[in-house]
């Protein structure tokens, strides 16, 4: 069982109006993948139009600017994120990025990511086996990273994939995590039990330009 993220008062009176209210506890669901049943805890499905996923936390979308790097992302860093009027299947909504990735960074990028939670505390999910997600995009291929304090160099574990234009649901289990290899190695349970946030960032450079979708994530447990 994930523990359940803590209250905070770290968000303004105008964001509390379109906060979620938390679970007092987290009751795993199913969630349908490959015809198969699988326990799930849901982080967002999008279909309440806000920018909070169901742990609390807010998504964000992010570039290289902060190492005077200049690819763009759309909506822009630190922008008020909303979801698009478009889904996976049965869905309504989703979250999308563009934008292009440049070279002024030797390592540009760009991205998308949720935080688990309003204060960014650390959040134990190593009691579950995966993580799934609808992604539909340009055929670039993008990077799923989990964000944890327990890695200190930002090699966090993560997944490569390459999304076509048809939305397409991943299920990545957490055994085929890896670290990149270029920061210190660290366990994976480790990792796993202090997670941050989950991000979607664009591999190489340069790139015109980059269109990613996502919807539908969860933690998942096999039965």
Do not use: C
């Not at 209250?7 to 906060?19: H, M, V």
């Not at 763009?72 to 922008?79: A, C, F, G, L, T």
């Amino acid at each position: 069982m994930l523990p359940v993220p803590p209250s905070s008062n770290a968000f303004s009176l105008s964001d509390a109006a379109t906060l979620p209210s938390p679970p007092t506890t987290l009751h795993p669901t199913s969630v349908n993948v490959s015809e198969r049943q699988y326990a799930a805890v849901l982080v967002d499905d999008f279909e309440d139009g806000n920018r909070f996923n169901e742990f609390r936390g807010t998504w964000f979308t992010y570039s290289d600017r902060s190492y005077n790097g200049t690819s763009q992302v759309i909506p822009e860093s630190y922008s008020r994120f909303e979801p698009v009027e478009s889904g996976a299947p049965g869905s309504q909504r989703s979250a999308r990025i563009t934008g292009k990735v440049s070279t002024d960074y030797d390592r540009g990028f760009v991205g998308i990511g949720t935080e688990l939670n309003a204060p960014n505390d650390p959040v134990d999910i190593s009691n579950y086996d995966g993580i799934v997600f609808w992604a539909r995009g340009d055929g670039k291929t993008y990077r799923l990273k989990l964000r944890s304090t327990a890695v200190p160099d930002e090699d966090d574990y993560g997944y490569n994939f390459t999304p076509t234009a048809e939305w397409r649901q991943y299920v990545i289990p957490f055994k085929k995590l890896r670290q990149e290899g270029w920061g210190k190695s660290i366990r994976r349970r480790r990792a796993l039990q202090q997670v941050t946030g989950i991000h979607w960032e664009t591999i190489g450079q340069p790139h015109q330009s980059i269109d990613l979708s996502i919807d539908d994530i969860s933690f998942t447990k096999a039965p």
